[in-house]
């Protein structure tokens, strides 16, 4: 199952994923309070998702980049839903 979801997501449009995750991140910015903190969780859910999936494959400056961005994005979930 884990591995057709992987092919799957292999074969996703750049471009299109570029646009949808953007899309996610602006909404759950600008809607206020508890619509906006999901928004973003579900934007890290999927970010730890793919972080652990990737992780073993990805060079050390990688890794390092998407910590830094996944720990942003629970910061900015946490003060939102506050």
Known sequence: MARTFLHRLARVNPTAAFAGTLAVLLAGLFLPGIVGAMLLGLLAAGLAGLTATTWPVQAP???VVRVVLLTLLVV???SKAL
């Open 61 to 63: 400056v990688t890794r």
């Open 76 to 78: 900015a979930a946490v």
